[in-house]
């Protein structure tokens, strides 16, 4: 079965840390976060032309010299019945491959991972478990992600956890939450919301976490994850520097 493909980006620098790489979206997402900057394919993606997986394989194997693999994300990537069988196609042509995942299809990931059909995965850690329903406005059992997040950590595959900051569903204390729930994982990255075609309309006029805010949520987690990084922001004086690192070994 063919995987669907509601969007392609033929080139990134900004998806995949230290590459220029090509990106994919696949359409429908199980949750419905409010702060969802891609609501067009959570719910009207039956009205976006489809991209045959062919096109977007024909692409980088014809631009290999400047792209060095191709993301996927969503949406929802691991929903899509034909995300194994893509991956498997892009290993044979020798494409290296990223997917973006929620992590509530923990079967899907040890597949792909026990397969060894991709070179990084970014998990979306939302919130607490707690606060994980709130968070991402359905029902969902939270040993579902936990089975996912212990996957990551004690296997081979480079990896990262990642959480979108969004003020008026977390604070810092939830930060704190998250980075002890993935204790010893690889990397945690922070990403601080910003409002704007959200699936929630309302959500548009929450204000961003003030960068200051956003670092001691940063320092806080690195005490339980090997690295903790803030994505998105200008934190140096120069403006040169968009990521900010803090990092603790754990033992």
């Known amino acids: 079965m063919s995987i669907t493909i509601k969007g392609f980006l033929k080139n990134t620098l900004l998806d995949w840390d230290g590459r220029i790489a090509s990106v994919v979206f696949t359409p429908g997402c199980n949750f419905r976060c409010p702060y969802c900057h891609s609501p067009h394919l959570v719910y009207a993606s039956d009205e976006m032309e489809s991209i045959p997986p062919e096109t977007v394989v024909d692409f980088i194997r014809s631009n290999r010299d400047w792209v060095d693999g191709l993301a996927i994300t969503g949406g929802e990537p691991t929903i899509q019945p034909g995300l194994v069988d893509f991956l ?54 939270s040993n579902i992600i936990a089975r996912s997040i212990d996957m990551l950590i004690d296997g081979k595959v480079d990896y990262e956890f990642r959480t979108t900051i969004c003020p008026l569903l977390l604070d810092e204390g939830d930060i704190a939450g998250i980075a002890r729930w993935i204790s010893g994982a690889k990397r945690h990255v922070l990403q601080n919301f910003r409002g704007g075609n959200c699936l929630d309309e309302k959500v548009n006029a929450v204000r961003p976490m003030p960068v200051e805010q956003l670092q001691k949520c940063a320092r806080e987690a690195a005490k339980y994850v090997r690295e903790c990084r803030i994505r998105g922001e200008r934190l140096d004086d120069d403006g040169c520097d968009s990521t900010l690192k803090t990092q603790k070994s754990v033992e």
């Open 88 to 141: 498997v196609m892009l290993g044979q042509e020798g494409i290296a491959a990223k997917l973006d995942t929620n992590g509530t299809m923990p079967d899907v990931l040890e597949e792909i991972l026990e397969r060894e059909l991709v070179e990084y995965v970014a998990m979306d850690v939302k919130a607490p478990p707690e606060k994980y329903a709130l968070v991402t406005g359905v029902a969902i059992d």
